[in-house]
Each structure stands twice: as C-alpha cells, then as structure tokens.
C-alpha cells in the first residue's frame, strides 16, 4: 500500500507491504534520505500529539491506502539520494593517483574522463544511466522484469501491470447526501466581496470549518447490505455503494484564509505561506464543536464548462484523501467562487471521484500545460474508450454537490478576517473589537452573539490563554444556557477600550 508523510519539508511518498508498521516506514525513508534526522516521531495528527505504536501494523491504527501520517524532521537532514550504486567484485580500476575504484553499477553505466590535472578519472554517466534503465524497466522508473523475478507467469504480469492500468469512469455522484452543503451565508458573501477588490484577477483559498451532520434516509438498512463491489486488478470503478456514505450534509459555519501570496505562475494561483496561528486556528475549532469540512477557491472567470484547474482537482483529491485517512468516501467539499460573463457571482460545490483520489494517492496524476485536463505519469495507463490517453479531463473526475444559503444561528461574520493585505478597516485591532462589541444591547445583539465570530475569537487567542480562557468563553458560544463569566465580559471590554461596559 502506498502511504505519505506530511513534513514541514513537503509531501513524502512511500511504498509499504501489508502488515507494515511505523519501523517499515522509516526503513522506506531511509532509503531516500539516509541522514534524516526527526523531531517528532510518525504520528497520526499534524501536532504529533498521537504517535504511532510500533508494536501495531499501520492498519490497526487507521492508516490504509493512500493514507497520510505526519513529523517533523531537521530540514538539513533531508537530502535525497537519489543514485544507489552498488559496487561489483572484480578487478579495480586504477587511477594516476594510485587509488582505485569499483565499477559502478547504479542500474546504469561509469566512464572515464581526464582531469584538469591530467589524471584519468572513472565518474558516473547520469545520461546514460537514465537512459539504460528506461529501457531495461518494464514501464519508465520501473525494474527490469528479471530484476524482480527471474520467470514470470502471463497470469502474474497480467496482474502486476494492471495495477498501473486504470480505466477511466466518470463517479455519477458525491459522497454527500442530499442536503448537500449548506455554506453561510455571510462568511461566503465576505470571501467573493474580498475578491472583487481585485476584479477576481488574483486566486485565494481559504479553509470551511463547520461539521457533518446525519442525514436519516428510507433505505438505509439496504444500503447495509449492498456487497462492496470495488474492483482492483484492472482498475474499473464501479460505485462502491457499502462505502457511500449517503447519509451525510455539510455545514458551513465558518471561513479561514490562511496567509498567501497571489502568484499566476503558481499552478495553484497562490503560494501558502506559513501560519503561525494554524495551532490556534485548530484549537478554537475544536473548542466549538467545529472541524475543516472543505476548501473554498476563488478564481478569475473561465470559460464555459472549465470549472476546475488540473492543479485544484489534484490539490481537492489530497485534501480528500487526508480527511479520509486514505482512499475512502469522504464528506470534504470543494467550493469555487468565480463571475460570469455578465459579472455576477458563481458559487458551486464539487467533489473528485474515487478513482481520483486513487490516482493522485500513487502519484499517477500530474499538472501539465494545459491545466483544463490532468496528465498521466508516464509510468501509469490510463484508458478511456478502450484506448490509451495521456491526460484526462478535469470534468471526469468531479461530482457536484448540490449547494444552498444558510445563515448560522451560532455565528456571526462582522469582524475583519486575519491575513488580508488591503482592509479598508485597517485589518483587525482592538478599535474594530470596540467598534463590534459596542453594539450590544442594540437590536438584540448581546455580548456573547457579537462576541461568537470566528476571526474575533481566533484574534483574542493572541491575548487569553487558548487551553483556558478560551476554552470557557467557548463554552458560552456553544451552548448559550451557559453564561459567560463577568470576569471574562470585563476583561474583554477592557481590551476593547469600553471602560468596563458591555
């Protein structure tokens, strides 16, 4: 099975035997990068607060195909060695300096060069090495046949090679219910109001936080029973109806745009850059009963039937795949926000099918020139109408998810957001605290409903403690039978500026 690791050095890919455990991982690691030194052991979260039990196999703990663990390592540790050379017995091949050395044998070729000093040299040829063994591999980056296995059944090969064979299938529908999203209305009009600043010529994304909820439905009790009818070998897709959890809307209660740079020669559109405040934007949504159900992208205008980039479709199926825990139906959305020829605003809700989440969890799927279809990596087949095809188009691999209006009966949007360049506020600050805290009393508003705004919260955890004042404040927020301690509403006005009034 495939799993990856999530580093603050990027994304790593490993290959891993049935029945492997944390110990096999970092053997497989270590076969790229001999020196890498951790910071934090394998873990099953992004803090590294749960570690992996080297005593139990990967799947015990929860980590299948396509699935992701997370450390942190020494970044000046990571280099990878990439050539694995393997020296021969035989004769040596002397040098003018009287040293000697092995011929190389790195599934490739050596060659002798002479020196700016006039002594001859025996270095490895890169091109030819490459080269030689892209000829003799069975598919490109792959082994020779006979350095796998010295006698091969058609029925073994047949096997074998359809795992690098995928027959392309549109998924007709999502892995949500048909509640479908519901995204708040408030947040989403702030993110497209944001964009339209810049004409909607600049890409942003940000993180949805909200929760699933159960949806009852008649045949529930018959979707139990339905085999699960998922095939490997060749490939073929065909509607794992055990797995689809049908049972499930998305909430949408709150938006976070993480800090990034605007960049159109970025496949994304945006550099993410990194957060400080990700600890505490995790914490907070913990607190209120939250987590991330989804990623919302806003984007120029394109042109009719292009609804997603080959890098948002590749970047939607990894975030698929993390809430998952591997290539598993998931709930996570991807919503697009954009304008249309006549400028108004377009917002709709997707889903990648199965197979691309498959397909991007073993690296078969690539970004290419031209970014309305996905290239296939040259070591993958993919088939579409029985015949062998180098991309596939983005819109085989998305579902749509229907998408309605909803206004939070917990949340309020008025405060500015965190990580935005131009605010015509001024960013946020304790005057835009005042300024929003002071309407209560006014209209119905009172403290705790003008206090219980996402971004407001996540900027007072710059100044209370997170694991103790917040956590009571959100109490309040969660369940408004719980009154918010004076204490609190005093200290808060205080920082506000109101001399102690709320």
């Known amino acids: 099975m495939i799993v990856r690791i999530r580093t603050n050095m990027g994304l790593w890919r490993t290959t891993l035997p049935a029945g492997a455990k944390s110990n096999d991982v970092l053997a497989a690691i270590s076969q790229t990068r001999p020196d890498v030194v951790y910071e934090t052991p394998l873990s099953l979260d992004p803090k590294c607060e749960r570690p992996l039990d080297p005593q139990r196999t990967l799947e015990q ?32 091949v002397a040098t003018d300096a009287g040293s000697s050395a092995h011929t190389a044998n790195a599934g490739g070729t050596t060659k002798r060069i002479i020196d700016k000093d006039g002594s001859i040299k025996l270095v490895h040829a890169e091109g030819a090495s490459s080269t030689a063994a892209e000829a003799k591999g069975f598919r490109k980056g792959q082994l020779a046949l006979r350095d796998m296995k010295m006698a091969w059944t058609l029925a073994e090969f047949t096997a074998m090679d359809d795992q690098y064979n995928f027959k392309i299938k549109r998924q007709e529908s999502s ?11 408030s947040a989403v009009d702030d993110f497209q109001s944001y964009l339209r600043r810049f004409s909607f010529l600049q890409q942003r994304f940000g993180w949805l936080y909200g929760r699933f909820e159960d949806e009852k439905t008649d045949n529930e009790e018959e979707e139990k029973k339905t085999p699960n ?81 080959s890098a948002e479709i590749i970047m939607a199926a990894e975030l698929q795949l993390e809430s998952a825990g591997g290539v598993e ?128 919260l996540l900027y007072l955890c710059k100044f209370l403690d997170v694991q103790t004042d917040m956590a009571k404040i959100c109490e309040s927020v969660k369940d408004r039978e719980i009154l918010l301690d004076d204490g609190y509403k005093i200290i808060i006005s205080s920082m506000a500026g109101m001399d102690g009034s709320y």
């Open 61 to 92: 703990q929860g980590v299948t195909h396509g699935g992701m663990i997370y450390c942190r390592v020494d970044g000046s540790t990571c280099a990878e060695n990439t050539v694995k050379e393997k020296e021969e017995e035989g004769p040596a």
């Open 329 to 456: 139906p998931t709930p996570f959305v991807t919503i697009r926000v954009t304008v249309d020829d006549d400028g108004n605003v377009v917002v709709e809700a997707f889903q990648v099918s199965l197979q691309c989440m498959e397909m991007v969890a073993e690296e078969a799927l690539e970004v290419g020139p031209n970014p309305g279809f996905c290239y296939v990596n040259e070591t993958f087949t993919a088939i579409q109408e029985g015949k062998p095809s180098a991309t596939v188009e983005n819109n085989f691999f998305l579902t749509v998810v229907p998408i309605h209006r909803y206004q939070s009966e917990m949340f309020v949007s008025m405060f500015p957001r965190a990580n935005r360049a131009y605010d015509d506020r001024g960013g946020q600050s304790h005057e835009e605290m005042k300024r929003q805290l002071s309407k209560s009393g006014q209209s119905g508003w009172t403290f705790v409903d003008l206090l219980s705004d996402f971004a407001l």
């Open 175 to 185: 892995f949500v219910g048909s509640g479908g999203v519901r995204l708040e209305s």
């Open 229 to 309: 009818t998922t095939g490997w070998g060749a490939r073929i897709y065909t509607e794992p109806k055990e797995k689809r959890r049908k049972n499930k809307q998305v909430i949408v209660e709150a938006i976070y745009e993480p800090p990034q740079q605007p960049d159109p020669a970025a496949a994304e559109g945006f550099v993410i850059l990194d957060d400080p405040d990700e600890e505490n934007v995790e914490a907070l949504s913990q607190m209120l009963g939250l987590t991330k159900v989804g990623w919302i992208v806003g984007h120029p205008p394109r042109e009719k039937g292009f609804q997603l980039s």
